[in-house]
C-alpha cells in the first residue's frame, strides 16, 4: 500500500459490525495493481450524515452491510436495476457527487448456486427476511426453484418478501425440513449476541443436502460447522464475501483483477 496522500482514492464500508474482510480485500489488490487507492470500514453514528460525507468528501466507493442495506436507498440518487429490482442496496459509486447504488450480493448467490450444481427442484428454507434475503430469494426465483419458503418472524416483511416472488411464508420453522437451507439473518455472526448460536435446528441440518450460511465472519460460522460434522455440501458467507466485494472493485476502480489476483486477495482476507 502507498504512504497515505493527498491524491489517494478513499473507498469504504459501513456496517452495524463492521469486519476486515472488505478492507484486506480491496487493499490487497489496489497494492497488487499499485493503485493509489485505500479502503477503510466504518460503523457509522448516523447513517445520513455518512451518505452525505461520501458525497461531500468525494468517497468513490461506500460497501453497505447489515442493516442499512434498505435505509440508504431514500439517500441516493439513481438506483441501478441489480438494487431497484430488489429494493436492497449493497454498493454505491460516487461520481462527482451523484450517488449510484447497486447490488453485487445477487451476483454472488446467483454465481454460488450456479457453481455448486444446486438442482432447481431442491426445496429450499430461507431464514431471514432483510436486505441480504431478498437478494437471496430474487436470485432463486431467477435461477429456477420453485418450491422455497421464507422463515420470518416479521409477518409484514416475510409475507411481502415470499409473495413478490411466488413463494411461501411461515413464521417460524417448526420443525420442517428442505433439501436446502439458507441463512440470511445474523444469527453466527462474530461479534453478535448470537454468536455461537445455530440459525437452524440439528434436525433440519441433518434432512438438508445442502447448507448455505451468508454470515461471513466467521468464515467457519456455527452453522457451518455443524454441516461439515454432518458430512453435508456447504456454501458459506467467505465465498459471497469475495464475488460481491470482487464486483464492488470493479465497479469503484473499473479494472477486473486476473483469477490469480483474486486468489491472492481472497487467500490475505482469510488470513486474518
Known amino acids: 500500500m502507498p504512504i497515505l496522500n493527498k491524491d489517494m482514492t478513499l473507498c469504504i464500508s459501513l456496517s452495524a459490525r463492521p469486519s476486515n474482510n472488505g478492507t484486506r480485500f480491496h487493499n490487497h489488490l489496489y497494492g497488487q495493481l499499485g493503485l493509489n487507492w485505500i479502503y477503510k470500514a466504518f460503523a457509522p453514528t448516523n447513517l445520513e450524515q455518512a451518505i452525505a460525507g461520501v458525497r461531500g468528501l468525494g468517497i468513490r466507493g461506500c460497501a453497505i452491510s447489515m442493516p442499512y442495506k434498505e435505509d440508504v436507498i431514500a439517500l441516493v440518487d439513481e438506483m441501478d436495476p441489480s438494487a431497484k429490482a430488489i429494493d436492497s442496496v449493497n454498493t454505491i459509486v460516487n461520481t462527482d457527487g451523484h450517488l449510484k447504488a447497486y447490488n453485487t450480493d445477487y451476483t454472488a448467490i446467483e454465481q454460488l448456486l450456479a457453481s ?14 432483510g436486505g441480504m434475503a431478498k437478494a437471496t430469494v430474487a436470485a432463486l426465483r431467477d435461477a ?7 422463515i420470518a418472524r416479521n409477518e409484514a416483511a416475510g409475507r411481502a418478501l415470499a409473495g413478490q416472488y411466488g413463494f411461501q411464508w411461515r413464521a417460524a420453522l417448526d420443525g420442517g425440513t428442505a433439501d436446502m437451507i439458507i441463512n440470511v439473518t445474523p444469527i453466527g455472526m462474530a461479534g453478535g449476541a448470537e454468536a ?9 441440518i441433518e434432512a438438508a443436502r445442502v447448507v448455505f450460511d451468508v454470515v461471513a465472519l466467521p468464515a467457519e460460522t456455527p452453522l457451518i460447522r455443524a454441516a461439515r460434522a454432518a ?26 483483477p486476473t483469477a490469480e489476483q483474486v486468489r ?5 482476507m482469510r488470513a486474518q
Open 264 to 268: 491472492a486477495a481472497e487467500e490475505f
Open 116 to 129: 455448486n450444481g444446486v438442482p432447481t427442484d431442491y426445496s429450499v428454507l430461507v431464514q431471514g427476511a
Open 144 to 150: 429456477g426453484f420453485k418450491d422455497v419458503t421464507v
Open 231 to 256: 458430512g453435508k455440501h456447504v456454501i458459506t458467507g467467505a465465498e459471497v464475501a469475495t464475488i460481491q466485494a470482487l464486483e464492488q472493485f470493479v465497479l469503484y476502480t473499473g479494472v477486473r
Open 196 to 204: 455461537d448460536s445455530l440459525s437452524f435446528p440439528a434436525e433440519a
